[in-house]
């Protein structure tokens, strides 16, 4: 096997990211219909919003080889996405790697598969979303990978230099040309959303409000 390295992306732009960072992964929830992670991916502890820049990964199997090397070349604000090519059992990433990333200034981990080390995860503070813990680690085997090149973590196809936003409820992943318009897109409806909230909370009805309730009485089937 061989591995494959490509360049490290550009970084997405701080005021792109720092827009991002305003909203919980839930509104993009209500419009978006690609970029969402499975919610099988979950944060493995606690965690505050997370956003910043795709470095994407494919370890095959149990071997974390190109994890280590991957390493020692992210950034600050990067945010390591893995794609473990369907393995649900071994944990690429437990404490070692993980203290390796938080040196590194990485803003967090995504992994379509599972960690292990959970309790040292949490007290180094560094984010990690994946599908679980496990007690079965990958190791040093040689068996290749890519770094930076397309990837499908959760469901979503994830390439190098997008902008990732994590939180509590989960992932979602931006192409970058995409990002723009998803942030505009967003801050019209966060405007609608304090603007119904603000009025459900004043005793009006959430149907009248959002439209529903037009839409229901328009195709109302009157007949007995």
Known sequence: MTFKLDPMPTPVADPLLARLAGFETVLFGHFLDRGLMDPGIAPAAPVTRVVGTAVTLSLPGLDSTLLHHAAGLLRPGDILVIDRRGDRSAACLGGGVA???????????????CHTDTSELAAMGLPVFSRGASALTTRLQRLGGALNRPVS????PVLAGDAILADALGVVAFHISELEASLTRADALLALTTRTIAGVEGGALIGALSGASDMVNGFLDTGR
């Open 153 to 156: 973590v959760g469901g979503v």
């Open 99 to 113: 203290r390796a990333i938080v040196n590194a200034g990485a803003a967090g981990v995504v992994i379509d598969g």
